[in-house]
């Protein structure tokens, strides 16, 4: 079967043949010479999750549990298995996942894939970090099983190895034990980047998870600071979990919502909003977690062109000129979304060889597609970006040219000899030549 295919990002549709998988994960072959790409949610930005003009196994219905040990936390299931399933049906037991990143809407084949990182990285590191074992399918038939003790290079290939080492057909994870699904939370408003950087120090050792959204066109780098921790035994919470969001955007409107009036309107109501409200709070897990998954299809406000997230990380020695430069370079160009996000990596080393955190600044932020001026004000972000030491997050990108993956991830030849020579993607076409 033929479909058109795109990304969260919604760039643009191309035709793939899909090749579903069925529920004990067995991989129906493509067409002969034609090369497949595992594809889950598709909630990648960009390219890394496509294979214009070739096939896609579809993950999402191998989504069985296999086995889960609840004195230990280990949980073994096929690799379509949502993180959301696992959040909704472990929390409410006392077991979570150590680390999630923004939306919850992820498989966890591609959570592997992708190496994602949450808002705790300075105390769990990535969600590699976690993950005991995984099975690998080769398209030849080849089977390997590997984790961070059994056949470790293939482990460090294919944690973050962008889907490129094989069908991952599933994996055991381990969980985390808590008390439940609440977080006690402060927001403090910062009316200026020094004023981040401090709290972002001051509270990597008493609070798991930091976070903080900016405002990318205000001068001085106005902000909320967010951070967490998981509620202890006994503490006082509320009764039930909130109700899950019902709101959506039920079309894609002719035009982007997202423009230079809107923008800075809806980052000083928003700004504002939030400081009168700061301070501490309860919280379930899912608002802090996941913002935008309680609005479905929120992707459609950027419009029938879609949108781009550019997301980089600069090392710390010298990183605060260049979030500072790249910032001022994205408010000069009067571009941008209020979804921009800025926060910190911390020194616990990821697995994979093409894992994306290190220890460094990170700010991600979304653009509306403009065409041309969209990509020359990439190109004079990736040059503040290369000139920092700094790399772009694939699983986020769509346009990242060669040489800037290729400094950024300086072991990606190293991935050379494990890749499956039946499965290829735009993105490794775009960045590898293949």
Not at 333 to 340: E, H, I, K, M, V
Not at 403 to 431: C, K, N, T, V
Request: aromatic share 10%.
């Amino acid at each position: 079967m033929v479909m058109r295919v795109s990304s969260w990002g919604r760039l643009n549709a191309e035709p793939h043949h899909v090749l579903p998988l069925n529920g004990v994960g067995h991989a129906p072959p493509p067409e002969d010479g034609q090369r497949v790409l595992p594809y889950g949610m598709g909630r990648s930005y960009g390219d890394v999750c496509l294979n214009p003009g070739g096939a896609l196994w579809l993950t999402q219905g191998a989504d069985h549990w296999l086995d889960f040990d609840g004195d230990t936390g280990l949980l073994t299931c096929q690799a379509g298995t949502l993180l959301a399933d696992i959040q909704h049906l472990l929390a409410p037991a006392g077991w979570m996942l150590p680390v999630t990143p923004g939306t919850q809407f992820v498989t966890v084949g591609g959570a592997i894939a992708n190496d994602v990182h949450g808002k705790n990285h300075h105390m769990a590191g990535s969600f590699g970090n976690h993950v005991r074992s995984l099975t690998l399918l080769r398209t030849d038939g080849r089977t390997i099983v590997c984790g961070p003790d059994r056949a470790t290079d293939w482990f460090r290939a294919t944690v973050g190895g962008l889907g490129l080492t094989g069908l991952i057909t599933q994996a055991t994870l381990q969980l985390r034990r808590v008390a439940g699904p609440w977080l006690t939370t402060e927001t403090i408003a910062f009316d200026k980047l020094e004023r981040f950087y401090a709290l972002a120090a001051e509270s990597e050792a008493e609070w798991e998870y930091t976070v903080s959204w900016i405002d990318c066109l205000d001068k001085r780098g106005r902000g909320l600071f967010l951070r967490a921790n998981h509620c202890v035994a006994g503490a006082r919470v509320p009764e039930h979990a909130p109700r899950k969001g019902h709101l959506a955007m039920p079309v894609t409107p002719p035009l982007s919502l997202v423009n230079a009036a809107s923008l800075r309107a809806f980052n000083a109501l928003y700004y504002h909003a939030h400081r009168l409200r700061a301070g501490p709070a309860i919280s379930h897990y899912r608002p802090f977690f996941y913002p935008l998954d309680g609005i479905a299809h929120w992707n459609r406000m950027y419009g029938p062109r879609g949108f781009y997230q550019y997301q980089c990380v600069v090392p710390f020695e010298g990183g605060e000129q260049a979030i500072a430069a790249l910032l001022a370079q994205i408010a000069g160009s009067g571009q941008g979304s209020f979804l921009a996000v800025l926060k910190t990596f911390g020194k616990l080393p990821s697995l994979g060889l093409l894992s994306f955190p290190t220890p460094g600044i990170t700010l991600a932020l979304d653009f509306p597609n403009r065409g041309h001026k969209t990509l020359h004000l990439f190109s004079q972000l990736d040059a503040i970006v290369s000139a920092a030491g700094g790399r772009i997050y694939p699983a986020k990108d769509a346009r990242m040219p060669a040489h800037l993956f290729q400094s950024g991830y300086p072991h990606w030849e190293q991935l050379l000899p494990y890749r499956d020579p039946g499965i290829s993607s735009a993105m490794s076409r775009r960045l590898m030549g293949s």
